[in-house]
């Protein structure tokens, strides 16, 4: 049986569970094996189980034993999850289980996501469903799809499909957490053509590549000053622009990432390269100080690569990094109501410059609506000043916190029971499924926790075994405690 070790860690109903679906590929926009393999599950454990129109999965289980008169609960987490992976990592994720494996405290993978964002929620629900000497009230699990590329299974969820009074959605990743509100968000794409100019001077060819970034989450991680690696390649450009002319660029990969690896390809005048080989020493001593405290993996390289190419002229090279550079990149305000919370941000995610084509990929968020459209606006200008063509996608609100939410009031309570400690009441600037859910079903108690999980996003992500021991324990508790439905 593949991932042994894992499946033996307590609690082992969550672990087996996290098994069996990490051994499915899962990527976003493309859940079908995942949603085929839940809906199976839900009907050999006989539960009502359906698929609504857009794809997200629906399971009912009644209450148990003295537990029918309990408000109905829906547990809800996301089916897929974010691919990434390193550079150096023969992986294939749409073939392939994830690899996984058990170091100290941590259950990791070998180079790749983790999945634990939000599979060990979908884990969890599992657990609650097949288990047949639990304590709960009536309920109703429900898996969404697409919450890391869009959120357009939670924006497509019709009313009428839940009947729940309380959502349980469980996708945070800090088990001393519990969370009250989440940010927005909005999808902003730059693109631009450019005529590609032949090579007849004989001028050498160059790779520049950042790599060894941690990367991260786009929402959770964007305060810790992580480094960027289109943002870094962008201003070593910046520095020898007036000596080179840019061929291709190819940087970071998903929205909600912050890229770890970006490469460009670029021509050097002939009697230019020492100055290019002195602007490349400078600069890589340069951000391995700035960036020594945070990214100590931080790699930089310049090696000559044989070949003909064509590349972009001036104007448009001058026009592309003038872009990036004004371009906002990590925390634009922290919010004045909520201690430590970043309100607004925005990620460069993606940019890839090829064959006279141009895209640059960004994933604003914000807790505000009114940040979040400064952000947006201030790309918008950023790239449509450098002839850029902007479009904004994807749309989706934030959840705007209810410190008198009566179910917060049980949580906090069993915790305290619990832990003998106060959990964190808080506000998180990734973006839940909550805030779109509650436009759907607005009179619905929502809150949100879960086990700990770090590096989500990243190849680093890894769960912990002692927290998802913790989570579980109060899962159960919570199930136990739900209130008395109104008359």
């Known amino acids: 049986m593949q991932n042994t070790a894992v499946r033996n860690q307590e609690p082992k109903i969550l672990w087996n569970h996290f098994a069996d679906i990490n051994a499915i590929p ?59 992976k390193n550079s150096d990592t023969d992986f294939d994720f749409d073939t392939q289980g994830i690899k996984m494996h058990v170091d100290g405290d941590w259950v990791r993978a070998k180079g790749t996501t983790l999945g634990a964002d939000n599979g060990l929620g979908v884990a969890a629900i599992m657990s609650v469903l097949s288990s047949d000497d639990l304590i709960h009230p009536p309920l109703e699990a429900l898996f969404t799809i697409d919450e890391e590329t869009g959120m357009t299974g939670a924006q497509g969820l019709q009313a009428g499909y839940l009947n729940g009074d309380i959502l349980l959605n469980l996708d945070t990743e800090e088990d001393d957490e519990i969370d009250i509100g989440c ?51 962008n201003s070593f450009l910046e520095r020898v622009q007036n000596i080179v002319q840019i061929i291709s660029i ?31 020493l400078t600069y890589f001593a340069e951000i391995k100080e700035n960036y020594a405290a945070v990214e100590p993996d931080l790699l930089c390289t310049l090696d000559k690569v044989e070949g003909e190419f064509s590349s972009m002229d001036e104007k448009e090279q001058t026009a592309l990094i003038q872009a990036l ?45 009114a940040s979040k459209e400064e952000v947006a606006n201030s790309l918008k200008t950023s790239f449509e000043d450098q002839g850029f063509e902007v479009k904004f996608s994807g749309a989706y609100p934030g959840w705007s916190p209810n410190r008198d939410s009566a179910i917060l009031k049980v949580l906090t309570g069993i915790y305290e029971d619990i832990f003998k ?20 079903y607005p009179d619905m108690d929502m809150i949100s926790f879960g086990p700990t999980i770090k590096g989500a996003h990243s190849p680093d992500e ?14 159960k508790e919570i199930l136990k405690n739900i209130p008395v439905k109104n008359n």
């Open 183 to 233: 940010a927005g968000g909005v999808d902003i794409t730059a693109l631009k053509t450019y005529k590609e100019i032949k090579n007849n001077q004989g001028d050498p060819a160059f790779r520049f590549v950042i790599k060894g970034l941690q990367g991260g989450h786009s929402g959770m991680d964007i305060h810790k000053g992580l480094g960027n690696a289109n943002k870094l390649v």
């Open 325 to 369: 550079a004004n371009a906002i990149n990590g925390v634009y305000k922290m919010s004045e109501e909520i201690a430590d919370l970043v309100e607004a941000s925005n990620n460069i995610a993606r940019v890839l410059v090829k064959n006279g084509q141009i895209k640059i990929l960004c994933l604003t968020r914000s807790s505000v609506e």
């Open 462 to 475: 890894r769960a912990s075994i002692s927290s998802s021991v913790r989570f579980w324990k109060f899962l």
């Open 26 to 84: 899962r990527a976003s926009k493309k859940e079908d094996r995942i949603v085929e393999f839940m809906v199976a599950f839900g009907k050999k454990l006989g539960l009502e189980t359906i698929v609504d129109p857009v794809g997200n999965v629906i399971m009912r289980k009644s209450a148990s034993a003295g537990m029918e008169n309990r408000k109905t609960v829906v547990l809800q987490s996301h089916l897929d999850m974010v691919h990434q």
């Open 250 to 280: 190819d940087g970071g990969g998903l929205r909600n990432a912050i890229p770890r690896e970006s490469e460009v390809l670029f021509l050097c005048k002939s009697d230019k390269i020492k100055e290019l080989e002195t602007a490349y």
């Open 421 to 440: 400690s106060q959990p964190a009441v808080v506000a998180c600037h990734a973006g839940l499924e909550c805030g779109i859910l509650g436009t759907h």
